[in-house]
């Protein structure tokens, strides 16, 4: 019988190539792969052709959807072409990690552990030490220290800088991913022996967590007892495919009996599997495996010029470069001349050369397209990163791998609206008026109600008034466990998010809670939870106290009452809550404003200029002269807040209801020496608030205004600062230089017209332009009164 293992860099180019070698040379019976044993039963589904990596090993927990694994592969991952090696040549194939089942449920014990040790860490009473009283050991015991570990989590470090590189990874793309002068199994010889010696240096010490390495010990017994069961079904021949670091806990002699000992009384827990696409940008993250690549696009280039038999291997500087140039070209607009990329080129081999590096890898690769192509600047590559680096691709999975019907239901409603889930963003325009579009924008509004947010509104087009939505589209693989999770609702989009929303509303606290949801839910054409929303509103319509839960409510109703009509819903129930709801604004406000402190004031300022804009957005006249009516009640109110008073007066000047007399009249009021110099100051803050358009206007109020500053003492215009620099930071830069050139011009009390009379004035040829500047604007000569 004969056993190889063969240690690999998970996600790492030169391994897969190795690995290949090595699988045709070895020509096993059997190959057994380190991933979880229930991801066995999906391996037939890689044969699909809708199957196209980068995809993912999902196994979650049924009862507890948080807890969930990805296990990633990308056509460059060694376990996906041992995979595609084993199904294509009949060969058998296991996984032989220990089982999620297991994992899963040994990490809900350790989380509930740490909760009760918290929670009875929170109960304990705490002891009051002073700082005379405080030893250096009892300090210790108050401030825990995390134990630091003597080695580095990657183990390759060490090896690395035994050898003298800045870190594993860089030692391990250097001495197998571009190896290329030794046989693949001496190779994996190699590999062993150098684990094997690190594990003999580190004593099986990975992880300094002392439960990470507990897991460790549990994961490699697995792997032990499945190869015991491979080897028992008869395979003379057999190949394991694992991380490096395992191959020496592979190797060891250790008795089934102390393996057993080891798993035995493991909890479990239910799991289900099954395949999702996966992208390049996730691969960058340590998941599942552990491992992480920080430049998916570079080795996916690699194994391109690996596998495909037109691509040379030596070709690879200059297949790369090609590709930064035509990237930099049009990616980021700008020149990358061919002269240029060859001298790259050779400037990359050069440091090849200089660094004793076989062929130049992504390092010098870099810093030739930086020297090169970018002439130093560093920025140009940084604009291209994403997609030259990441090559954010996605994966897709065939429609028959196990899904959860809402994801089924999704996939057809994907290919039917022709909506393609794609990893990179992507701008798309939908006009409402079209069928397929809103039926589109309608799928993107109920998965956004299911907290799957695949595209977001931006720009323009997020108005609601207009008939075109801006959207910007993106599919992030963490969004299968989502549908998992909300795939309790209902097995469709449409029943899931109806259902979903309709319990959100039953339990919303507040009406403007209640407003914001009923707006989103006829965005999503959602029928049932429509009813379940108005009926929801009226009933804390009818309860509601709080003026301003009703002042919150207000501005959504009002959005879905203006722009209605181009989502072809009614809206008379509508229009009765929001009348209700101005009615009860316009009698409360009053008594709302009155005895407010100045959190409480800027909270109302804010309510009291949402609420106006929502009526203005109304353009109904009745509730127009509600609502400023009770602004005219306000202005007059005594004991009001300055900042409220001085905003509803803004209000009202703006809508024309008040003249610049009266205006004027106000501001001198406000800023009476009668007034506490804060309540002036707040009633500026609230006038001005936003712009400062109205003192360029009116040299009065501009007059009113400098000289009560001027009048200020020293020591209340210092309390007042903070207030008037936040005031005038809201205007814009020309505003403001336009107000200080006036106030140092001075002001002029009245404008007076002064005739200009110039003794030398030449009637006669004055007369003689006449005709051409009547036939320039289009007069007739002699002019006619």
């Known amino acids: 019988m004969m056993l190889h293992l063969l240690g690999i860099r998970h996600h790492g180019a030169g391994s897969a190539r190795s690995l290949l070698m090595a699988l045709h040379e070895i020509k096993p019976t059997a190959i057994v792969i380190e991933a979880p044993s229930e991801g066995e039963a999906l391996l037939p589904f890689i044969t699909d052709p809708e199957m196209i990596p980068p995809v993912a090993l999902l196994f979650y927990d049924t009862e507890a959807l948080e807890e969930a694994v990805f296990y990633p592969f990308a056509e460059f991952s060694p376990e996906w072409q041992a995979i595609q090696y084993a199904l294509k040549n009949n060969i058998a194939v296991h996984f032989m990690d220990l089982p999620q089942t297991h994992q899963i449920a040994i990490n809900k ?88 010696a690190l594990r003999e240096e580190l004593g099986d010490t990975l992880h300094p967590d002392e439960k990470r390495q507990q897991r460790e010990i549990l994961r490699e017994a697995w792997m032990r007892k499945t190869l015991r069961q491979v080897i028992k079904a008869g395979h003379e021949n057999i190949a394991v495919v694992c991380g490096a670091w395992h191959v020496p806990a592979l190797a060891k002699e250790v008795a089934a009996k102390a393996d057993d000992a080891v798993l035995k009384g493991l909890p479990k827990a239910k799991v289900q599997a099954t395949w999702v696409p996966w992208n390049y940008e996730r691969l960058t993250y340590a998941s599942g495996y552990g491992a992480g690549v920080h430049a998916p696009g ?92 990441i090559n954010n691709r996605l994966g897709s999975v065939p429609s028959t791998a196990p899904t959860v019907p809402l994801q089924q239901d999704l996939l057809r409603l994907q290919k039917k609206l022709r909506l393609k889930a794609e990893a990179s963003e992507k701008d798309i325009e939908l006009d409402l008026r079209k069928d397929n579009d809103l039926a589109k924008s309608q799928l993107l509004h109920r998965l956004r109600l299911l907290k799957i947010e ?137 008594n709302a404003c009155s005895a407010l402190d100045d959190d409480a004031a800027e909270a109302m300022y804010q309510h009291l200029t949402q609420t106006n804009n929502a009526i203005n957005l109304l353009q ?136 200009v009379i110039n003794n030398d004035f030449n009637a006669e040829n004055a007369n003689k332009v006449l005709p051409l500047l009547a036939k320039m604007l289009g007069l007739i000569y002699p002019l006619v009164s």
């Open 620 to 755: 109904n006249a009745g509730h127009t002269s509600d609502w400023q009516k009770t602004l005219q009640r306000l202005v007059q109110q005594i004991g009001l807040h300055g900042l409220v008073g001085g905003g509803c007066c803004r209000l009202l000047a703006n809508a024309h209801v008040i003249d610049s007399d009266a205006v004027a009249t106000a501001l001198s009021l406000a800023l009476s020496s009668a007034n506490e110099p804060a309540y002036s100051g707040a009633w500026i803050g609230g006038f001005l608030q936003g712009s400062g358009a109205v003192l360029l206007h009116d040299d009065e109020l501009l007059q009113l205004l400098d000289r009560w500053l001027v009048e200020l003492t020293e020591d209340t215009f210092v309390h007042l600062l903070p207030l008037l620099r936040r005031t005038f930071s809201g205007f814009s830069q020309t505003e403001r230089l336009r107000i200080g050139e006036r106030a140092a011009q001075g002001y002029q009390q009245t404008t007076t017209s002064v005739a």
């Open 298 to 389: 570079w080795y996916q280039h690699l194994w391109e010029s690996h596998t495909s038999p037109e691509l040379r291997a030596h070709n690879i500087s200059t297949r790369w470069l090609a590709k930064v140039a035509q990237q930099l070209r049009n990616g980021a607009g700008l020149d990358a001349p061919t002269a240029s990329v060859i001298d790259s080129i050779r400037l990359a081999e050069a440091l090849a050369a200089l660094r004793e590096k076989p062929l130049p890898d992504l390092e010098e690769l870099n810093d030739a397209a930086l020297a090169g192509l970018c002439f130093g600047n560093d920025a140009p590559l940084m604009l291209i990163h994403d997609k030259l680096m």
């Open 109 to 196: 014990a350790h989380a509930l552990v740490a909760a009760e040790a918290l929670r009875a860490q929170a109960e304990e009473p705490a002891e009051t030490l002073t700082p005379e009283t405080t030893t250096a050991s009892e300090a210790t015991d108050i401030i825990e220290v995390p134990a630091v570990s003597h080695y580095p989590l990657d183990p390759l470090d060490l090896l690395a800088e035994a050898a003298g590189f800045q870190d594993g990874e860089r030692w391990w793309e250097y001495m197998v991913e571009q190896r290329s002068d030794m046989s693949s199994l001496a190779l994996f010889k190699g590999i062993e022996e150098a684990m094997t």
């Open 454 to 590: 695949w595209g977001i509104l931006y720009g323009s087009g997020s108005a609601k008034g207009t008939f075109k939505e801006s959207w910007r589209i993106q599919w992030q693989p963490e969004f299968a466990i989502r549908l998992v999770e909300v795939s309790i609702w209902g097995g469709t989009v449409v029943e899931a998010s109806s259902r979903y929303i309709c319990d959100a509303l039953e339990k919303a606290p507040n009406l403007s809670t209640i407003s914001q949801l009923l707006d989103d839910v006829l965005l999503a054409e959602l029928p049932q939870a429509i009813q379940v929303a108005m009926r929801c509103l009226e009933e804390k319509t009818a309860l509601a106290h709080d003026v301003a839960e009703l002042m919150e409510a207000l501005p959504a109703l009002a959005n879905i009452l203006r722009y209605g009509t181009v989502r072809r819903f009614k809206t008379t129930a509508i229009e009765h809550v929001v009348a209700t709801l101005i009615t009860r604004i316009c009698i409360g406000l009053p």
